[in-house]
């Protein structure tokens, strides 16, 4: 299995800051079709998962240009300028490349 | 709008067998994957199960294979998670989700006790 490695377990930010989140794979991500398959999710206290940015550094429907990802092969972050209030909670990694799915084991992003 | 909506989920005793569904709205439910992904309490997030459009693919961890098995009514814009021989380390919110994990339900509690 993938074993997806997330980096820092927590982060404690003022409103404003800039924050970045790694998160490496044991193996490259990158799928046949030459497209890679890792995702990044946020989920917010007491709400489901939201998707943030899909294969490496799309951005999901309605996120703010706030959130951004890049990397390639085994190694990926999420870089969010500029943290609000609302972005508060815990982001997962995600590879959706080789069966099984596996995710990181989140970042918990809290206010200094 | 893009709806997934669970229910089926609830209290059951160890190696018993319990039923859950998704119901799903707002987009054409046969052209997309589907998955099960499930959070056990204060814990992280754990890929159960996926399927193909068609339902002739299925995929699982070791975790659950051979005792779960994800299903779809295309018909009816549902998905079905069966799971068999519960064990305690099943207690979770389970959520279904559309490829590419872009949207997601509210989740539905199991809790698997004597």
């Not at chain 2, 067998?17 to 707002?26: D, E, F, P, T």
């Not at chain 2, 309490?41 to 994800?70: H, N, Q």
């Not at chain 2, 989700?97 to 989740?107: E, I, K, S």
Request: net charge positive; aromatic share 12%; charged share 15%.
């Amino acid at each position: 299995d993938v074993v997806m490695t997330q980096t820092p377990p927590s982060l404690s930010v003022a409103i404003g800051q800039s924050v970045s989140i790694s998160c490496k794979s044991s193996q490259s991500l990158v799928y046949s079709d030459g497209k890679t398959y890792l995702h990044w999710l946020l989920q917010s206290p007491g709400q489901s998962p939201k998707l943030l940015i899909y294969q490496v550094s799309n951005l999901g429907s309605g996120v703010p240009d706030r959130f951004s990802g890049t990397g390639s092969q085994k190694d990926f972050t999420l870089k969010i300028s500029r943290v609000e209030a609302e972005d508060l909670g815990v982001y997962y990694c995600v590879q959706a490349t080789h069966f099984p799915w596996t995710f990181g084991g989140g970042t918990k992003l809290e206010l200094k | 709008e893009v709806q997934l909506v669970e229910s089926g989920g609830g209290l059951v005793q160890p190696g018993r067998s319990l039923k859950l569904s998704c119901a799903a709205s707002g987009f054409t439910f046969s052209n997309y994957y589907m998955a099960w992904v499930r959070q056990a309490p204060k814990k992280g997030l754990e890929w159960v199960a996926t399927i193909s459009t068609s339902g002739s693919r299925t995929y699982y961890p070791d975790s659950v294979k051979g005792r779960f098995t994800i299903s779809r009514d295309n018909a009816k814009s549902s998905l079905y998670l069966q799971m068999n021989s519960l064990k305690s380390e099943d207690t979770a919110t389970y959520y279904c989700a559309r490829r590419p994990l872009d949207y997601w339900g509210q989740g539905v509690m199991v809790t698997v006790s004597s």
